[in-house]
């Protein structure tokens, strides 16, 4: 029997998603690596697993494209698990956030996540495979100034829970991971102040790592996690609980 496994992590040019490409990478699965404009990021994923030998399938599209879905669908022939880590936030009051950027949100966080849950769950079930999302802190608690992201993220995580019941008779395990405030390209945009106000906020004093978000991800997957399903694991240093 083939035990080869592959994984399709969507925006694994990301820091999260390129994190846990590594990290999966390292465990032997073979990657389907989604990305959009960040090439040379999946390059250096590549590049990282040759001596591994493992098998990377780079993936290039736009998610906010129409055809974005099928394109992916189309590249698909063998998958075990399907990670979902893309998407920007979006900052600022609610009044000054134009419609296309919340339209973009919502397409971005959850309707495409659904649409191409629903297009790859006929081969997920044939293998009883695994689904995370990677949502967010402000799924679970809301936050102002990022209303729509937090709105998004948290219908993400409500899908993820009706889904999980409905797939759960056939053996598929459905999760998110919520992290904090992660240390990644994304906090370019705060000040060095803002940083550190946000640093003493956390009890452990720290940003999150995305070799922390890697390691949640793959823990999920794994075959000591397959009774764990509809479940949102929070990485967020004790920021919120």
Not at 62 to 71: G, N, S, W, Y
Not at 214 to 241: C, E, Q, R
Request: proline share 3%.
């Amino acid at each position: 029997m083939n035990d080869q496994k592959f994984a399709l992590i969507l925006g694994a040019s990301g820091g999260i998603g390129k994190a846990t490409a590594l990290r999966l990478g390292k465990e032997g699965w073979s990657l389907y690596l989604h990305y959009h404009q960040n090439e040379e990021a999946v390059i250096e994923i590549i590049n990282a697993l040759k001596d591994e030998q493992i098998e990377c399938i780079p993936l290039q599209c736009d998610l906010l494209e129409e055809e974005a879905i099928e394109k992916i669908v189309h590249s698909i022939f063998s998958i075990d698990s399907l990670i979902y880590t893309s998407g920007t936030s979006s900052y600022g009051l609610l009044q000054d956030i134009s419609q296309t950027e919340i339209k973009n949100q919502m397409k971005l966080h959850l309707e495409q996540p659904i649409l191409l849950t629903q297009r790859l769950l006929p081969k997920l079930l044939q293998r009883k495979g695994s689904i995370v999302y990677v949502s967010s802190i402000w799924g679970e608690t809301g936050a102002s100034f990022e209303t729509v992201y937090s709105a998004a993220k948290g219908g993400q995580i409500a899908f993820m829970k009706a889904l999980a019941k409905e797939v759960g008779p056939s053996g598929v395990t459905v999760n998110c991971v919520a992290p904090g405030v992660v240390n990644t390209t994304m906090m370019g945009s705060f000040s060095e102040d803002e940083r550190q106000s946000m640093v003493e906020e956390i009890p452990l004093g720290r940003f999150c790592h995305p070799h922390e978000v890697a390691g949640s991800v793959s823990f999920l997957l794994s075959k000591d996690a397959k009774y764990i399903t509809g479940h949102v694991l929070s990485i967020n240093g004790g920021w919120h609980m």
